[in-house]
């Protein structure tokens, strides 16, 4: 009899113990699909997107988005600092030992947020600008994935750079074309806010990249929709109250920042000419094929 209770005992004991392996496969089966299953969020860019000069790299836009798009999502940081995507700038973007990870990790939903160093560039144009940035994203639209797509225009620095992000607009709404992409348009989140920039007024608080994320998850959640331009969808960040002495300061930075770009082309015009002459199509082609 107490053979008999033991042996029933053992085959309590046993069935508990595969039941609990059971258990335990069918929870890392579901973390795995789970995780699997995750939209893949891949946020390429420059400083603007590392969250370069920040004290807490959880405020950076990437970061903050991945807080607002939750669990269903996963979002990953692929920005650089100081990089272009002009083959001709300081550091291409595609030369990074970020930039192979990018690609491998072949996001659902790419991001992309280029130009505020490029739009420095001596030799910038709205066409060199719009080719070298199409043959670089189109280096992410090479698996069979269907990829969804976003370029977001960088907010303007309050330097002698003042207001030269404008002119990346239409040729990012070109580039966006080309890929049925969407562009998310930031300059109304920071111009009326000089509170939003580091001490080199150019890169940005944890502030600005708060309201960044939100506008960037509301446009992947389809919740905010934008009118068509030049073939792509063109969301732009509502209007908000500038406050009179901010505009004032605007208006200052505006004058100040024309004079330093016609002085600059000036300085840069033999430079320019001696460009054209070797490379006629640069713009087309690149300069480094």
Do not use: H, W
């Given at each position: 009899m107490i053979d008999m209770i033991?042996?029933?005992?053992?085959?309590?004991?046993?069935?508990?113990?595969?039941?609990?392996?059971?258990?335990?496969?069918?929870?890392?089966?579901?973390?795995?699909?789970?995780?699997?299953?995750?939209?893949k969020v891949a946020c390429i860019g420059d400083s603007l997107t590392r969250g370069y000069l920040l004290e807490n790299p959880d405020e950076s836009?990437?970061?903050q988005l991945q807080k607002l798009l939750g669990s269903d999502y996963e979002v990953k940081n692929f920005g650089y600092t100081a990089s272009y995507v002009i083959d001709d700038g300081a550091l291409e973007y595609i030369d990074t030992p970020i930039y192979?990870?990018?690609?491998?990790?072949?996001?659902?939903?790419?991001?992309?947020?280029?130009?505020?160093?490029?739009?420095?560039?001596y030799d910038w144009?709205?066409?060199?600008?719009?080719?070298?940035?199409?043959?670089?994203?189109?280096?992410?639209?090479?698996s069979n994935k269907q990829h969804k797509i976003f370029f977001i225009i960088p907010p303007e620095s309050r330097d002698e750079y003042f207001s030269l992000q404008r002119n990346?607009?239409?040729?990012?709404?070109k580039v966006a074309a080309r890929f049925g992409a969407t562009v998310i348009d930031s300059y109304n989140l920071a111009i009326g806010h000089p509170e939003y920039y580091m001490e080199d007024k150019v890169h940005m608080t944890?502030?600005?990249?708060?309201?960044l994320a939100q506008l960037v998850a509301s446009s992947v959640k389809g919740e905010v929709t934008g009118k068509t331009i030049h073939g792509a969808e063109y969301i732009y960040a509502p209007e908000e109250t500038?406050?009179?002495?901010?505009?004032?300061?605007?208006?200052?930075?505006?004058?100040?920042?024309?004079?330093?770009?016609e002085q600059r082309d000036e300085a840069n015009k033999p430079y320019l000419e001696k460009l054209l002459a070797e490379h006629p199509d640069y713009e087309t082609t690149g300069l480094y094929n």
């Open positions: 033991n042996k029933m005992i053992m085959g309590i004991r046993k069935v508990a113990k595969v039941s609990a392996l059971a258990l335990a496969a069918v929870m890392v089966m579901g973390c795995s699909v789970t995780s699997l299953a995750a939209t836009y990437p970061s192979p990870d990018s690609v491998a990790y072949d996001g659902d939903i790419l991001i992309f947020m280029f130009g505020a160093n490029d739009i420095r560039a144009t709205p066409k060199y600008f719009e080719n070298q940035y199409a043959k670089v994203v189109n280096t992410y639209t090479r990346a607009v239409e040729p990012t709404l944890g502030a600005f990249y708060e309201k500038v406050p009179s002495e901010v505009t004032q300061e605007n208006n200052v930075l505006y004058a100040a920042a024309k004079a330093a770009k």
